[in-house]
């Protein structure tokens, strides 16, 4: 009897692991993903050590969180933090020159008028350049009446051209768009860690920007506290080539994204009134929510040169590497945090609300807070003008999927069930897109952490020099040609 038992219990056993295995298979896009970015974050935090103070959190409320990121001493960009090595692995070339990188001091301020310089202008002209630049990339991107695209790869060249336009005062001719776009694609994918980095597709713009500054084709005064034309290729390269391009083009992905997914909203934004304008006050509601929701940083990180005194008996020492997160931050203050609803920006003002999408104005904020939402709304009317947007796929801060959706052309019609089928396709691709990616992102990410760790760029760069770039040695000093320099060019990797 005993072993009849067995013997079926033994048969049972197959069935149960086999229907079990197969059951497990089947959800995994619902929880592998999850548990595989939790542990990326694990592997992350185990490479780099601890990561600092994360704000808001149980002592510092959001009101607090405010205070601490004006306070003067929380002024520290990549010195002393263990993060930073990692964030200069994926900006480089020329980390060490990027605006979002130096520290506080007559380099960073020379930079960041000069960057400012570079963003200004009418707002009606910069309006009509973006606007010119999206229709010129639609039309040639898009030709068909029902295209499938990543929204962030078509918007790239969009801002790919329209940075061209700035930095150069000219148009951006097809091969350089490939070099930008190749550039900035390369940066957010590793960033993402989709893709590992390729130095040499980025070396490539470097090349290019050195033979234009060379030919005297830059029709800007830039910083003389950026002393070679290397330096002055890495400034353009890293903050309009590809914090630009990348910014504004995860932006545009976030918000048509969000519009692809509430046809309501989508409708009011493209519908003109009786008078023929846009509602263009709900679009700033949308495009509030949309950062409010999606904010570009997760965190902004800054070093505290002195203590700092917080009230009720917290305080952070020097050198405490301060965390603010943005999404935490931003679901603070209103109801529904989780929810995508663009009416809540008609009883709550940007200034009440807790909303920070372009950091806080007294400590770095973003030098584009005026241009990006004015361009944001040019470009997003020539899209719906031109399309109706669809889409199905999850929609997460990070957005590694790059946005997929189906762009139909206005004046078209797709019969329903045809559009039904597109958006079942799009839901179920992503699920398992999602469960290969996320096995991807592990194991290029964990790559990339420990590549990054092996070069330690910033404690490198800053084992050489004092925080505004000049070399501690006497070796280290440019121009020295001797047997010092060459000890120099083995001991400093960077050139001066
Ligand atoms: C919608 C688009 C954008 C958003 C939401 C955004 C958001 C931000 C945020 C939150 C910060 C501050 C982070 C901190 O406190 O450390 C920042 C900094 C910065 N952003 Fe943007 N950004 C956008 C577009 C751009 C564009 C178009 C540029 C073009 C140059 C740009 C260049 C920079 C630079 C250089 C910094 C560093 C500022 C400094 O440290 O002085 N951003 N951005």
Same mark, same amino acid.
């Given at each position: 009897m005993e072993q009849v038992g067995r013997a079926r219990t033994l048969t049972a056993m197959p069935g149960a692991a086999g229907a079990a295995a197969v059951g497990l298979a089947l959800s #995994? +896009?619902?929880?592998? +993903?999850?548990?595989?970015?939790?542990l990326r974050v694990r592997v992350f935090a185990a490479v780099n050590g601890p990561e600092g103070v994360v704000v808001p959190n149980d002592r510092v409320g959001p009101e607090e969180f405010l205070r601490l990121y004006a306070d003067p001493a929380a002024?520290?960009? #990549?010195?002393?933090?263990?993060?930073?090595?990692?964030f200069w692995y994926w900006l480089s070339p020329g980390p060490e020159v990027h605006q979002e990188h130096l520290e506080p001091g007559p380099r960073y301020a020379a930079v960041a008028r000069t960057t400012n310089a570079i963003l200004a202008g009418a707002s009606t002209e910069l309006s009509a350049r973006a606007a010119a630049c999206a229709a010129r990339v639609l039309d040639e991107l898009v030709p068909g009446d029902a295209t499938l695209v990543r929204l962030r790869d078509l918007m790239m060249p969009v801002w790919a051209e329209f940075f061209h336009e700035l930095v150069f005062h000219e148009p951006c001719p097809p091969a350089v768009?490939?070099?930008?776009?190749?550039?900035?694609?390369?940066?957010?994918? #590793?960033?993402?860690? !989709?893709?590992l980095r390729h130095m040499r597709r980025r070396e490539r713009l470097t090349r290019h920007l050195l033979r234009r500054l060379a030919a005297g084709e830059v029709p800007h005064d830039l910083p003389a506290e950026l002393p070679t034309d290397r330096d002055k290729a890495h400034y353009l390269q890293g903050t309009f080539f590809n914090t630009a391009v990348v910014q504004m083009s995860e932006a545009m992905a976030h918000l048509l994204l969000a519009l692809a997914e509430h046809p309501r909203v989508q409708s009011r934004c493209r519908d003109r009134g009786a008078d023929g304008g846009?509602?263009?006050?709900?679009?700033g509601h949308v495009m509030n929510e949309a950062l409010r929701r999606y904010p570009l940083f997760g965190i902004?990180?800054?070093? !505290?040169?002195?203590?700092?005194?917080?009230?009720?008996?917290?305080?952070? +020492?020097?050198? !405490?590497?301060?965390?603010?997160?943005? +999404?935490?931050?931003?679901? !603070?203050?209103?109801?529904r945090p989780d929810d995508f609803d663009p009416g809540r920006w008609e009883h709550l003002s940007a200034r009440d609300a807790h909303h920070i999408p372009f950091g806080v104005a007294a400590n770095r904020p973003c030098p584009a807070w005026r241009l990006a939402p004015l361009v944001t709304r040019a470009v997003t009317h020539e899209v719906l003008d031109r399309f109706t947007l669809h889409s199905s796929v999850s929609h997460t801060r990070s957005i590694p999927h790059r946005a997929p959706c189906l762009l139909v052309r206005r004046g078209h019609q797709l019969p329903g069930h045809r559009l039904a089928a597109v958006r079942a396709f799009l839901r179920a691709r992503d699920r398992w897109e999602d469960v290969g990616r996320s096995l991807l992102q592990l194991g290029l990410g964990t790559a990339?952490?420990?590549?990054?760790?092996?070069?330690?760029?910033?404690?490198?760069?800053?084992?050489?020099h004092d925080a505004q770039g000049r070399p501690l040695h006497p070796a280290d000093a440019p121009g020295d040609t001797g047997a010092g320099g060459q000890d120099a060019a083995r001991r400093c990797p960077y050139p001066h």
């Open positions: #995994s +896009p619902y929880w592998l +993903p999850r548990a595989l970015v939790a002024d520290g960009r #990549s010195r002393g933090a263990g993060l930073s090595d990692l768009r490939d070099l930008i776009t190749g550039n900035a694609r390369d940066v957010v994918d #590793s960033l993402k860690n !989709t893709r846009y509602d263009e006050r709900y679009l902004a990180h800054r070093i !505290t040169s002195a203590r700092i005194e917080t009230g009720g008996g917290v305080g952070y +020492p020097a050198g !405490t590497v301060l965390c603010f997160d943005y +999404p935490a931050y931003h679901a !603070t203050g209103t109801d990339m952490v420990l590549h990054a760790r092996r070069l330690r760029p910033a404690t490198t760069y800053f084992a050489h």
